[in-house]
């Protein structure tokens, strides 16, 4: 059974940082794509960014684009999220998520964390 | 970027009758077109993918039709754990990976 557990999520001050990390099980980790997708308190879903199966080819959302970095560890099947010059507006659940397909990007995601929430506020 | 538009934003159903959920993507998709479903608190749940293809475990009453740039979820008959937000999502053109805002079902 597919496992996606996000952590790191907290309280931080405009302009900090963060890491997120995401540990995942009960699939071949280093076959597929992954995604980081957030949705604000009471919003929608907002894509954030993707890393391909082998991690040498990543995208970012406009929003995010220069501020955040997505990484992979494939011998520890861990997913990463280095988030920069945190603003207000980041405050979301961020939840990691499988794409559908190996090694591919245009597919859906079919497994999602539960997500950790991130907070920035003075 | 491709802007996807779903219709309602809120569906008000009875218990049994059938419920029809839009998406319009802004420029063709192709069939490269998901919905994902979300109970609150809960993290969003693949439904359909490439339009019309039932992810696994999804009961048989969620249907998905349409290309190119207009979609369509049908639920032939709400049960009481279909109550929910449902978002639609093009992956065919990227990035970024653009989902809809949303249509909350919820019991009339």
């Known amino acids: 059974e597919v496992h996606l557990v996000e952590s790191g999520g907290v309280v931080v001050q405009p302009g900090g940082s963060l890491r997120l990390s995401c540990a995942a099980s009960g699939f071949i980790f280093d076959d597929f794509p992954m995604h980081w997708v957030r949705q604000a308190p009471g919003k929608g879903l907002e894509w954030v960014s993707l890393?391909?199966?082998?991690?040498?080819?990543?995208y970012y959302a406009d929003s995010v684009k220069g501020r955040f970095s997505i990484s992979r560890d494939n011998s520890k099947n861990s997913l990463f999220l280095q988030m920069n010059s945190l603003r207000p507006e980041d405050t979301a659940f961020y939840y990691c998520a499988k794409g559908e397909v190996p090694a591919a990007m245009q597919a859906p995601l079919d497994h999602w964390g539960q997500g950790t929430l991130v907070t920035v506020s003075s | 970027e491709i802007v996807m538009t779903q219709s309602p934003a809120t569906l008000s159903v009875s218990p049994g009758e059938r419920a029809t959920l839009s998406c319009r993507a802004s420029?063709?998709?192709?069939?490269?077109l998901a919905w994902y479903q979300q109970k609150p608190g809960q993290a969003p749940r693949l439904l359909i993918y490439g339009a019309s293809t039932r992810a696994t475990g999804v009961p048989a009453r969620f249907s998905g039709s349409g290309s190119g740039t207009e979609f369509t979820l049908t639920i032939s008959s709400l049960q009481s754990e279909d109550f929910a937000m449902y978002y639609c999502q093009q992956y065919n053109n990227w990035p970024p990976w653009t989902f809809g805002q949303g249509t909350k079902v919820e019991i009339k």
């Open positions: 420029q063709s998709v192709s069939s490269n």
């Open positions: 890393i391909n199966y082998n991690g040498d080819d990543s």
